[in-house]
């Protein structure tokens, strides 16, 4: 694996990546309203389906966020791959990124066992309750471990 991910750090990428005076500041500052954007959309999302936010039906609200998320999203990812590509292997072995990675696998898993849930049992379903706070607790810890990535 090690070595897969030297070869995308020394890929043209990587290097086009590392030696950009403007591309990595710039992904980053990307990366960070997007996180941004994600999470609030979201968190109003879970607010709204644990009953904290009341007044527009649940379906209203998930229609007019998601598709913002997933726009949020996929900012995040792209901005995402340029910042991990210049320092693959020792990001790629860095514990927070580690964390980070699972926490993503676990929050992209919840919104489909919330989204069934959800379509299957309705917006008063415990189910989809704990999926909501889960979802909430799950994309801190991507956004905590992603700053922490820095620091350990």
Not at 25 to 33: D, G, I, K
């Amino acid at each position: 694996m090690e070595d897969i991910l030297a070869a995308v750090q020394q890929s043209g990428y990587g290097a086009l990546v590392r030696q950009s005076v403007f591309l990595y500041p710039l992904a980053n500052v990307f990366h960070v309203l997007a996180v941004l954007v994600f999470f609030a959309s979201v968190a109003v999302m879970d607010m709204r389906l644990l009953g904290v936010l009341k007044g527009m039906p649940v379906e209203a609200v998930i229609a007019r966020l998601r598709p913002l998320a997933i726009g949020a999203l996929v900012i995040v990812v792209v901005t995402g791959i340029t910042l991990f590509v210049p320092e693959a292997v020792a990001i790629a072995r860095n514990p927070a990124f580690q964390v980070k990675l699972v926490a993503i696998g676990l929050g992209l898993a919840n919104v489909l066992v919330n989204t069934r849930t959800l379509r299957q049992a309705g917006e008063g379903a415990a189910l989809v309750r704990a999926t909501a706070g889960a979802s909430l607790v799950l994309w801190l810890v991507v956004a905590a471990c992603g700053r922490l990535i820095a620091y350990l």
